[in-house]
């Protein structure tokens, strides 16, 4: 017996893409009132997939399409039952490389990964040194003592940055 379709996405007036992400990906993840029934979660995937998300190593990438700063996009991909967009490998750093093409020039997004805890030693926001990267030339450089955060730009490069600044929302769902 299939799933009940989930209804369309509620849109916010000041939304300029659908808030796809929230509440079917809490429902998918048995975070709404019903747990998610068999093959939902590939329907939900597919959901996603459709509004511009890119699939790469059984990982869905998606956009809210807001800027945010570090902690306000992890707190962000978190609520919507996802983590902040980490590549661990080419194929996952090309997926959101894809998504900030799709914004434009110059697009950067905030990745899961920082130095925040020691200085110059990256790991991903659960703790575990990383084990993928896609520096830039010259980079992670720290410059003015001031860079803990990681971008990654349209060209699917990596460069560190301060984490107060404003980058596009890129989360993450398996």
């Given at each position: 017996m299939l799933a009940p379709p989930l209804p369309p996405p509620e849109r916010q007036p000041h939304d300029a893409e659908p808030s796809c992400c929230a509440g079917s990906v809490q429902h998918m993840q048995g975070g709404g009132r019903e747990k998610a029934q068999p093959g939902e979660k590939d329907s939900i995937l597919t959901f996603l997939l459709f509004h511009g998300g890119k699939e790469a190593d059984k990982k869905v990438f998606v956009t809210n399409g807001h800027e945010e700063n570090f902690e306000s996009a992890q707190r962000t991909c978190k609520e919507a039952g996802g983590n902040i967009a980490t590549p661990l490998s080419a194929a996952e750093n090309?997926?959101?490389?894809?998504?900030?093409?799709?914004?434009?020039?110059?697009?950067?997004?905030?990745?899961?990964?920082?130095?925040?805890?020691?200085?110059?030693?990256?790991?991903?926001?659960?703790?575990?040194?990383?084990?993928?990267?896609?520096?830039?030339l010259g980079e992670p450089n720290n410059s003015k003592d001031s860079e803990d955060c990681v971008e990654i730009q349209d060209n699917g490069k990596w460069n560190d940055i301060p984490c107060s600044l404003s980058r596009l929302v890129i989360c993450e769902f398996q």
């Open positions: 090309i997926a959101t490389q894809e998504i900030l093409q799709t914004k434009g020039e110059n697009a950067k997004a905030f990745l899961g990964i920082s130095d925040l805890q020691v200085e110059g030693i990256f790991k991903y926001v659960g703790g575990d040194k990383i084990s993928y990267t896609n520096w830039n």
